[in-house]
């Protein structure tokens, strides 16, 4: 039984693809577990309001974006009932009666599966339907039900009592709000929500009959179909019941879909498009049950689930017509059309046949007449043999009664001139010509020399809008191109260099077709691509192998479209150059050609379309919509991939914690054409170069350092459009904890706080040393004081001695008093060790006094103090001027002749800075030195002493001896300049 029904369905098969005439209307494409599937068992699929294709299957749920299948990680049984809603996804599986929103969401379970109790409808939610209320209906094995998502109960309305098998057959609609329409193999049920409860429709035959699909249409009928193959049309406000015309043989259908095409039905083996009343058979297969069929309106695409896999049914090119002939392979190798716009063809076994509103047809005038050529040309059809020539007359060929007709090379084209003439064009042969119509035969020859028809092969002649006639071929000596010179009888060869001096334009010396082009040009295909010349043959455009992407180098015929794009057919499809982008795009079987041979014939007809003659039949191309673009502006982030694991898609904006460093995102334009029609490419926000994917929608981000990122990708066809809709991703890497902000803001502190302790460790250190050395410098001063005050002792008493030996008591008794004095300061200022300026001053000028009375007031001396010191307030270390007057004294004032002076001027720099300045008119230090000699050495350690203990104090003080001169260069005196730094003394 099985084995008769499998040739039923074969013979309505063939019988059905004889009568579309070879026309496919749809190319199907087949996936299963090979191409990443869970299951080869698909139950049903639905699309998203974004474009994706989910599918239920034996194994769970799976996800498919038109280049890979994402399968659903814990959802993995048989899902029993699957139905899409706002873009949430429910369905029906061992759980219960589940809802998710992607193919990554964790499953929110609605009405969870009762296995302990004895109700077995408990365990059953099929037939899943969703209402204008968001009420979820389905049916269990006796009853429809419907679960309320408001208050989250589960209503039940028997409709097959008793029932102990699954119903997978039921369908339900909605015909208006507040009625559901139930069709189950008991009849057609009714319920409204005002009665809230199921009745049968009121139609008496409807009451036992078996149901297997309901579909409401957008006209708002009702379509159903029973097991018997019957097909019903219900008017749901009028109760209209048409009885509509069924599949061949009653094929039992189990689905209906609206299409762009027509009205889509589907049994279990066959899916038949419905069109004017007439079925066409789109797709079959013995083999495959069909479980489900899906329409998508963006894409025009119908998916099929079946048992063994999923079936994609992409439309083939509105703008490609494919025509053949039936049992007939031979390629049609000549095409033209007449001024009824009929066209003909011919094919390489002599066949010549015609296509017109009616379909193509053969066309025999006689048996045994072998064609060569078919062309058309001032208003006749011209039909070339190996033997005569035929023109049509009253759709009949009649022979041209052509006097001395020696046909001895193939005919390339027989043409009517504008100086009506008859030519007829050989491969290899001088041009024969006759006088039209008379047929009277031109014996003058065209005055080119005999070897310009023996060397060189003529494949195409043309006459061009200013009525030139114009060569094609191969021309071993020249390039290939030429037109006729009336005037002189003659053809002109265009690679003459007064027409094109430069011969790097020409793109060969094998010229195959030509063409009109636009705005009086003509086109030239070739060996390696094609010329645009001007009405004189100058050359002014080049397309050629080496700049444009031609996947062939033999080109054979040309047009160009009212936009500029330039049509022309290789081996390897049709390429079109496109003006507007200056590209070259190509055509081929993936776009819906039957074959990427596009060689055997070439025209352009009337209305700009261009006919490709094929093995057995003929294309025909609109050129108006062939570069239309089939992208459907829904490119999409369909997945993203963190170090290898999978995400869920919340945003495009994607953040990276810091063991994040790998990041795989996959995209798809949701086109599902074939992946070879798609290019991708990205770039980032920074720079100006796109990054090309190719094929492949997947970019791959590895070792990604911290940072922010903002990612544009991009979509094109084959044919060179640009997809307007980019995908836009930002993504936030954040470092991890070493190359944080907080980790460099802690590392800083640390260093910081570092270097702190360490400064205040080698200054506490510093401050320790410099303590030290204080001590051992007063220390030395106390010794240079021990060492001093017996020697200044022993002189000042020597003084007061002389005093009173000479009796000059009162001057001795002052100078005690002045020595008890200085003697009382220097022990009390020795305790100290920083003096106000006022008590050091006060001490020097005791101490000079004395040094003056005992040099018999050899020298005088003078203080001047900055009057913007406060010298009881400035603090200054003690005796640091003394050892430096006392120097003064000794070496520079007590050797003058004459009275001395001495000065100590005190001035304040800034507020940091005291510079007090010693400076007498003495003999000068050179002078001084040549006196060591023959005086009493008087080895003064003061100055050394002082001068360390100031740098001890502080290393910016600081003591500057210079020499003093005169207008003569004569020395002067000596000036010590002694700066200190108060920041730390005063």
């Known amino acids: 039984m099985y084995s008769l029904q499998k040739v039923i369905y074969c013979l309505a098969f063939l019988i059905v693809l004889i009568s579309v005439s070879g026309q496919k209307k749809y190319m199907d494409y087949n996936y299963s577990i090979k191409n990443g ?174 149901f297997q699909s309901i579909k409401k249409l957008s006209n708002g009928k009702v379509l159903l179909s029973t097991s018997q193959g019957k097909i019903f049309q219900i008017n749901p406000i009028t109760n209209e019941l048409i009885n509509l015309k069924s599949l061949p043989d009653n094929q039992m259908i189990t689905g209906f879909e609206e299409t762009s095409e027509g009205l889509a039905l589907h049994g279990i083996h066959s899916v038949y498009l419905s069109k004017n009343n007439t079925y066409h058979l789109i797709y079959s297969s013995i083999d495959q049950t069909i479980n489900h069929l899906t329409y998508d309106p963006k894409t025009h695409i119908i998916w099929l689930s079946t048992s063994k896999g999923l079936i994609k ?11 053949t002939f039936n049992e007939r392979n031979a390629p049609v190798v000549s095409i033209a059309q007449d001024n009824q716009n009929t066209i003909w063809m011919i094919d390489a076994k002599g066949m010549l046949g015609t296509l017109n509103k009616n379909g193509l047809q053969p066309f025999n005038p006689s048996a045994n007449f072998e064609y060569s050529s078919l062309n058309f040309s001032a208003n006749q059809l011209f039909l070339s043999g190996t033997k005569e020539i035929k023109i049509l007359k009253n759709n009949v060929f009649i022979n041209l009664p052509l006097k001395d007709l020696s046909i001895q090379s193939q005919i390339v084209k027989t043409i009517i001139t504008p100086q009506n003439e008859l030519w007829i064009v050989f491969l290899s042969h001088e041009i024969q010509r006759y006088r039209w119509p008379s047929l009277e035969k031109i014996d003058e020859p065209i005055n080119n020399k005999p070897e310009f028809w023996a060397d060189n092969q003529w494949q195409d002649v043309v006459i061009d809008k200013s009525n030139r006639i114009w060569l094609a071929g191969w021309m071993p000596k020249s390039y290939g191109i030429c037109y006729y010179d009336p005037a002189n009888n003659e053809f002109i060869d265009v690679s003459k260099k007064e027409i094109n001096p430069d011969k790097g334009k020409f793109v060969g010396d094998y010229f195959t077709k030509t063409g009109l082009g636009n705005e009086n040009s003509l086109l030239f295909t070739a060996y390696g691509g094609w010329n645009r010349t001007d009405g004189n043959g100058k050359i002014i455009q080049k397309v050629d192998i080496h700049s444009y992407e031609i996947a062939d180098t033999h080109l054979r015929g040309i047009a160009e479209d009212s936009k500029g794009n330039v049509y022309f057919a290789t081996s390897e499809g049709l390429h079109i150059y496109r003006k507007d982008i200056d590209k070259v795009v190509r055509i081929t079987q993936i776009d819906g050609l039957p074959s990427n041979f596009t060689l055997h014939s070439f025209y352009e007809l009337n209305d700009g379309k261009i006919a490709l003659g094929i093995e057995g039949g003929m294309v025909i191309i609109e050129t108006e919509n062939l570069l239309k673009t089939q992208l459907t502006q829904r490119l999409k982030l369909v997945q993203i991939k963190v170090n290898g694991e999978s995400r869920s898609i919340n945003s495009h904006h994607i953040e990276l914690q810091k063991d994040e460093r790998e990041l795989i995102l996959n995209f798809s334009d949701l086109s599902f054409l074939d992946s070879e029609k798609v290019n991708f490419r990205y770039k980032f926000s920074d720079e100006k170069n796109w990054h090309e994917l190719g094929n492949n929608p997947e970019l791959s981000l590895n070792h990604i350092q911290p940072g922010s990122y903002d990612i544009t990708i991009e979509a094109w066809d084959n044919l060179g459009n640009i997809q307007s809709k980019n995908l836009n991703i930002s993504i936030l890497a954040h470092p991890p904890f070493t190359k944080s902000n907080l980790f460099y803001a802690l590392l800083l502190t640390t260093l910081f706080a570092i270097i702190f302790l360490i400064n205040r460790y080698l200054w506490k250190r510093k401050e320790k040393e410099q303590k030290y050395l204080r001590r051992i410098k007063e220390a030395e001063m106390q010794t240079l004081r021990s060492q001093m005050n017996p020697h200044f002792l022993f002189n000042t008493l020597n003084s007061i001695n002389s005093y009173i030996i000479q009796n000059e008591s009162e001057t001795a008794s002052a100078y005690l008093t002045t020595f008890s004095k200085l003697m009382r300061n220097i022990l009390d200022n020795s305790k100290h060790e920083m003096i106000s300026l006022k008590k050091e001053m006060q001490t020097l000028k005791l101490y000079l006094e004395l040094e003056s009375a005992r040099l018999e007031h050899s020298f005088d001396y003078k203080f001047k103090i900055d009057p913007n010191i406060d010298s009881e307030y400035l603090q200054i270390p003690p005796l640091i001027i003394q050892p430096f007057t006392e120097n003064a004294i000794w070496h520079g004032l007590r050797n003058r002749t004459d009275k001395g002076l001495l000065e100590v001027i005190v001035n304040e720099i800034d507020d940091e800075t005291l510079q007090i300045i010693v400076q007498d008119n003495g003999i000068g230090r050179e002078a001084s030195r040549k006196l060591k000699k023959e005086q009493t050495q008087h080895k003064s350690y003061g100055i050394e002493i002082t001068t360390e203990r100031l740098k001890t104090l502080d290393p910016n003080n600081s003591v500057e001896i210079n020499d003093l001169y005169d207008a003569d260069e004569t020395s002067a005196g000596t000036q010590i300049i002694i700066t200190l730094k108060l920041k730390e003394n005063d």
Do not use: M
Request: charged letters at 20%; hydrophobic letters at 35%; glycine letters at 6%.
């Open 37 to 210: 599937l869970n299951s080869d068992n698909i139950l049903s699929t639905a699309i998203s309001k974004s474009g994706e294709l989910y599918l239920s299957t034996q194994r769970g749920i799976s996800l498919y974006d038109g280049y890979r299948f994402q399968n659903h990680a814990t959802v993995q049984t048989i899902i029993g009932s699957f139905i899409e809603n706002d873009n949430f996804f429910f369905y029906f599986n061992t759980d219960g009666l589940c809802k998710i929103h992607q193919i990554n969401d964790i499953p929110e379970i609605l009405v969870k599966n009762i296995y302990t109790d004895s109700n077995p409808n408990n365990d059953q939610f099929n037939n899943l339907f969703i209402d204008s209320k968001k009420r979820i209906w389905g049916t269990d094995f006796e009853n429809v039900k419907y679960y309320d998502p408001i208050t989250k109960k589960v209503i039940s309305f028997s409709l097959i009592p008793g029932n102990k098998h699954l119903d997978p057959e039921t369908g339900i609609i909605e015909t208006a709000n507040g009625e559901i329409w139930i069709a189950a193999k008991n009849g057609l049920w009714v319920w409204k929500e005002n009665a809230k409860e199921l009745k049968p429709y009121p139609y008496s035959n409807f009451k036992n009959t078996s």
């Open 313 to 323: 049914l992409l439309p083939v090119n509105p703008a490609i017509s494919i025509y």
